[in-house]
Structure formats: C-alpha cells, structure tokens
C-alpha cells in the first residue's frame, strides 16, 4: 500500500542541484497527494534558474516511480523568485537586503582544511586597513574559529533596546560568532532547522549598522547552511578559497557549481597557502604550482589572491592578532591580503 511515509522517504533520494542534502531535509516538499495509484507531489521552490525544477521534477518521478503500486506521478511547483542580487550576474554596487550593509560577501570553501576562516578574517581586516568598515559573521556554527582568531574568543554579544545582538568589536570588525556562545570545549548540536535559524539570527537580528562589507564565513562544503543564506539574504558574491592541489581544486568547482545555481556571482578564487619562501628568497610550492591560476582560468573566473603559507599566520590566528594587522613591508602574507582586498573592492567599482 502507498503511504505518505512511503513517498517521502523515497523523495529524501533526490537531492537539490549543486547540493548534497535531499529535497525533504530542506523543506521543500510541502504535500504528498495520493488517489490510488497516482501521487501528486506538492514543492515549494525560490529560483530563478529553469533548470533547478526541471532537474528536480524528473528525479522525484523517477524515484516515486520506484515505489510499488504507483502508475503516474505529477509535480506541483510553487516557483517563488529569490531574494534579489543587487549585483546581479556581475559585480557591481548595492544594497543589501540586511538594512545599512553595501555588500554581502560569502566566502566559502568545498572542503575544509584550506584556510578559508583565516581568509574571511585576514580579508576583513585589510579591508578595513583599506578604509572600509566591516562586519564578519561566523556562519560555520559547527567549527567556529572567528572568535579566537579575533582574540575575542572571551567576549559576551549583548543585546539593545530592539532587542537586536550587538556584534562583539575587536580590531575595528563587528563579528559575531558561536564562538562567543560557547565555551571552547562545548560541542554545537544541531540538526539542519535549528542551524538555520541561528544562521538567520547572526544575519538578521545583529545590529550590524553601516557597513561597506559583511564577510560571511561559510562552513565547507554545500549544505543547509549555503542554501538558507542564498535563500534568505542577497549576496553580493561569493569567494572561493582553495589550495594549489587537485583534490582541493576538486571541490572548489563543486563550490563554485553551488553558487551559480543559486545566481550568486563568483568574485573569484583565492589561492591559499600558495608557496612557502625559505629566508634565501627561494619559493616552494609545497602543495604545486600555479593550480588556482589554472583553475580560475577553466572557470572563466578571476584569481583575485595567491596567499603564501607563512608560521606568522598560523601564530597570529592562534593568539587573536591576524597577521594582516602587520605591516605591508613587514610580512609578504600580510601584502597578499591587503592585495586580495583591493582587488575584491576593486570589483565593485
């Protein structure tokens, strides 16, 4: 006998394009109708993109079809647009859709490991040494690291009259991170709802004020997380972190792939412990040479960064003093963001 259970168990087979969750984890399926041997199933969509329904039409026929007893299945769609991009499908100047802030961008990873939180952090920094004011959101609920790297990690976010959060300040950024939530050896357990409503909360109810820039830290990969910020808040752009080596730069074009189905433009990408130079001037490509140039190139993207690997920036990341508060002629590593920042704030322009 066919069951709602039945259908929606069979649906959490099909996953959201350029995603790694299923269409029933995301919410999407909003009603299963069944007369006889005929299911109607009812889904509730914000794209702009035609191909995302077709693909996700024919992957719940041909799932719900597996089931015994079914002859026919229809797809409803409630196809709602999108917050709108300011941006567009080029860089450009806006407004946000979060009150007082320019320009919202995502700085993601499609694995981890690559130094993506110390890119969002050492990026905000130099943009603000570059005259821009900043707010930097720890999206990566599961492994904050915004809060310790700012030196902040002690801090308690208040709240004002509004009852809104008041970001926590540290070297002239706003942050907000669970970082300041919890304690350094607490776990955050949390299934998908919950993660997004904190994710929703650190964006929509902070008192962010004026901003140029709001640098979103993303966890690595494509899950819930990605999908609710490109669902709920119109990014500006999102850039790509990686490192040199194929199976970083593997998941960096799934990232890339994420992001322009969800018409999210891709600033560019940024090359991550690019080389390491010994104190005899000589550079060591330790993870290869010249793989996110390549990369950035087959992509049809801008490679806006080539970050060298330096124990500076480790040691400034462990004791909440980021490197890129060094400097330019004191630290290569600090030039290359400063050099990153200009370039992304160049692309504004």
Same mark, same amino acid.
């Given at each position: 006998?066919?069951?709602?259970?039945?259908? =929606?168990?069979?649906?959490?087979?099909?996953?959201?394009? %350029?995603?790694?969750?299923?269409?029933?984890?995301?919410?999407?399926?909003?009603?299963?109708? #069944?007369?006889?041997?005929?299911?109607?199933?009812?889904?509730?969509?914000?794209?702009?993109?035609? +191909?995302?329904?077709?693909?996700?039409?024919?992957?719940?026929?041909?799932?719900?079809?597996?089931?015994?007893?079914?002859?026919?299945?229809?797809?409803?769609?409630?196809?709602?647009?999108?917050?709108?991009?300011?941006? $567009?499908?080029?860089?450009?100047? *806006?407004? +946000?859709?979060?009150?007082?802030?320019? &320009?919202?961008?995502?700085?993601?990873?499609?694995?981890?490991?690559?130094?993506?939180?110390?890119?969002?952090?050492?990026?905000? #920094?130099?943009?603000?040494?570059?005259?821009?004011?900043?707010?930097?959101?720890?999206?990566?609920?599961? %492994?904050?690291?915004?809060?310790?790297?700012?030196?902040?990690?002690?801090?308690?976010?208040?709240?004002?009259?509004?009852?809104?959060?008041?970001?926590?300040?540290?070297?002239?950024?706003? !942050?907000?991170?669970? *970082?300041?939530?919890? !304690?350094?050896?607490?776990?955050?357990?949390? &299934? *998908?709802?919950?993660?997004?409503?904190?994710?929703?909360?650190?964006? =929509?109810?902070?008192?962010?004020?004026?901003?140029?820039?709001?640098?979103?830290?993303?966890?690595?990969?494509? *899950?819930?997380?990605?999908?609710?910020?490109?669902?709920?808040?119109?990014?500006?752009?999102?850039?790509?972190?990686?490192?040199?080596?194929?199976?970083?730069?593997?998941?960096? &074009?799934?990232?890339?792939?994420?992001?322009?189905?969800?018409?999210?433009?891709?600033?560019?990408?940024?090359?991550?412990?690019?080389?390491?130079?010994?104190?005899?001037?000589?550079?060591?490509? #330790?993870?290869?040479?010249?793989?996110?140039? =390549?990369?950035?190139?087959?992509?049809?993207?801008?490679?806006? %960064?080539?970050?060298? #690997?330096?124990?500076?920036? &480790?040691?400034?990341?462990?004791? $909440?003093?980021?490197?890129?508060?060094?400097?330019?002629?004191?630290?290569?590593?600090?030039?290359?963001?400063?050099?990153?920042?200009?370039?992304?704030?160049?692309?504004?322009?």
């Amino acid at each position: 006998m066919i069951t709602e259970d039945l259908v =929606r168990k069979q649906l959490a087979s099909v996953k959201y394009p %350029g995603f790694s969750r299923d269409i029933v984890s995301f919410g999407l399926v909003k009603g299963v109708r #069944i007369d006889g041997d005929h299911v109607t199933v009812a889904l509730s969509l914000a794209t702009k993109d035609p +191909s995302i329904p077709g693909a996700i039409h024919a992957a719940v026929i041909e799932e719900v079809k597996r089931l015994d007893g079914v002859a026919d299945v229809a797809v409803d769609f409630d196809i709602q647009n999108p917050p709108e991009n300011p941006g $567009g499908s080029n860089v450009s100047m *806006g407004q +946000s859709s979060i009150p007082g802030v320019k &320009r919202i961008i995502a700085v993601a990873s499609g694995k981890g490991g690559v130094g993506k939180s110390t890119v969002s952090t050492n990026l905000a #920094i130099s943009l603000k040494k570059a005259g821009y004011s900043v707010g930097l959101c720890d999206c990566d609920l599961y %492994g904050p690291s915004v809060a310790l790297m700012l030196g902040a990690e002690d801090a308690e976010p208040l709240a004002n009259d509004q009852n809104e959060i008041i970001p926590v300040e540290a070297h002239g950024i706003k !942050s907000i991170s669970m *970082g300041y939530l919890l !304690s350094d050896d607490s776990p955050v357990i949390v &299934r *998908g709802p919950l993660a997004t409503r904190y994710t929703q909360q650190f964006l =929509r109810q902070c008192a962010w004020g004026e901003l140029d820039f709001l640098i979103l830290d993303l966890p690595p990969g494509t *899950g819930d997380i990605q999908l609710t910020i490109s669902q709920t808040v119109a990014v500006d752009a999102a850039l790509i972190v990686t490192t040199p080596q194929e199976v970083a730069l593997i998941d960096a &074009r799934k990232a890339v792939a994420m992001f322009q189905k969800v018409n999210i433009p891709i600033a560019g990408l940024v090359e991550n412990m690019a080389w390491f130079q010994c104190d005899a001037g000589k550079k060591n490509f #330790i993870f290869g040479e010249g793989g996110g140039a =390549r990369e950035a190139e087959r992509l049809g993207v801008p490679l806006l %960064g080539e970050i060298p #690997i330096d124990s500076s920036t &480790r040691i400034g990341g462990d004791e $909440g003093y980021p490197v890129s508060l060094k400097p330019n002629d004191e630290s290569a590593v600090a030039a290359a963001f400063s050099e990153l920042a200009k370039s992304l704030a160049g692309s504004f322009s």
